[in-house]
């Protein structure tokens, strides 16, 4: 144990004190919030100080591309809440997975991906990664054995989100963490629709966790951002990346993200209770043809999502009966629920996954992928449940 682990007050603490104090170290100013550091640049005490500061061999700060204090505050905390080593932050969701690929792959590697996850994903694995020389096959989340016949020997990265967006596909993540180490690769999961509120890949063997900031962790959907968490010797050529191209989070990001992080644990707990409200109504409801969520007894995951996260989230999908005149009926008719294709917000949204979040894949990925035009996507949000029930009733009864 270092100096540092033994003088921590916070070492063993508990996810809600660490959401709540984790990263801050006061400055002489003694401030109680987290100061926001909105500065490019920084001052050296001398030629010998700046050079041993680019150089690397002192610590501290250099260039608000790679360091600065407010995000480092946000990368401690969110690295105390996963249980990593060492987290760094990205301008958004998309960029951490973009820094986590180049960072870590090389022309002739291969990559097994889940075809469930969020599909902007799978257009930057499929066409932009591949420009590069980095193949890509992708399997359905939950088949393990499909997972394993993809393996190859240039296999580097198995990468999945677990629930999936939309459909709440739950994969085993103990069992990929085998199979990628076993097959001397690293295992990413994308914790975004859990948050470490509620899932800790870390602790269930992955080797690094991204998130979309923008989502839960921010909560109020204010800000873009995104962050990467897990081992250190990983995570440092990630920010290696961010430090030479720039992918890099604004220090105001950060310090809202730091506000977010400290309602996380409520604010899931909230949304999952509403979300598995709304599951078991819209099950009743005529025009639906089958609800999609975790939390649900009958859900193909339900029992290993009961197992590997302390709740089941607030994302659920449902199909209704007809296409997608039908699911748009039902979209145009609500009157309190947001038509945007965010999650994670204090706002219930809702949105058409096939002509939006999915709307880049090709037909034949859009039924592999479950995604199908009479889909529909909410993101339960804080409102009372039942004021949502009634606004998704407009639309429904018309059915």
């Not at 001398?46 to 002192?58: K, N």
């Not at 990983?234 to 990346?241: K, T």
């Not at 996954?353 to 339960?380: C, F, M, W, Y």
Request: aromatic share 6%.
């Amino acid at each position: 144990m270092t100096d540092r682990e033994q003088d921590n007050p916070l070492a063993g603490a508990a996810l809600d004190t660490l959401a709540v104090r984790a990263g801050h170290v006061r400055t002489a100013e003694g401030e109680h919030g987290e100061p926001l550091f909105l500065t490019s640049s920084y001052v050296f005490a001398s030629a010998e100080e700046a050079a041993a500061r680019f150089s690397g061999e002192q610590p501290g700060n250099v260039y608000s591309r790679y360091t600065n204090p407010t995000v480092r505050t946000f990368e401690e905390r969110i690295a105390a809440l996963e249980g990593a080593e060492q987290a760094v932050a990205t301008a958004s969701g998309m960029a951490a997975i973009l820094s986590t690929c180049v960072a870590l792959l090389k022309a002739g590697d291969h990559v097994v991906c889940s075809r469930d996850v969020f599909g902007t994903t799978t257009v930057l694995m499929d066409k932009y990664l591949g420009k590069f020389g980095v193949d890509s096959t992708f399997v359905p989340v939950t088949d393990l054995e499909q997972w394993r016949a993809a393996m190859r020997p240039e296999t580097k990265i198995l990468f999945l989100e677990t629930p999936s967006n939309p459909l709440n596909e739950v994969a085993d993540i103990q069992a990929l963490a085998k199979l990628a180490h076993d097959h001397g690769a690293w295992l990413v999961v994308d914790n975004c629709l859990c948050t470490p509120a509620l899932q800790l890949p870390l602790k269930l063997g992955a080797d690094l966790v991204v998130h979309s900031a923008t989502k839960y962790l921010d909560g109020q959907g204010r800000c873009l951002g995104g962050v990467v968490c897990g081992r250190r010797e990983l995570v440092n050529e990630v920010l290696s990346f961010i430090r030479t191209a720039g992918p890099s989070m604004s220090p105001f990001n950060a310090w809202v993200f730091l506000k977010g992080l400290e309602t996380l644990r409520l604010r899931m707990d909230a949304h999952s209770v509403s979300a598995l409200s709304l599951a078991k109504w819209l099950q009743q409801q005529p025009a639906v043809e089958k609800v999609f969520y975790a939390g649900l007894p009958d859900h193909p995951g339900h029992e290993l999502a009961a197992k590997q996260q302390r709740g089941f989230g607030g994302v659920l999908s449902f199909r209704v009966k007809g296409g997608r005149e039908q699911a748009w009926q039902v979209i145009d008719s609500t009157r309190i629920l947001s038509l945007t294709a965010n999650l994670g917000d204090a706002k219930t949204t809702i949105v058409h996954p096939a002509t939006t979040t999915h709307g880049r894949l090709s037909d034949d990925q859009k039924t592999a992928s479950g995604i199908t035009e009479n889909l529909i996507r909410i993101a339960v949000g804080l409102e009372d449940v039942e004021d949502i029930k009634a606004d998704l009733q407009r639309g429904l009864s018309a059915i």
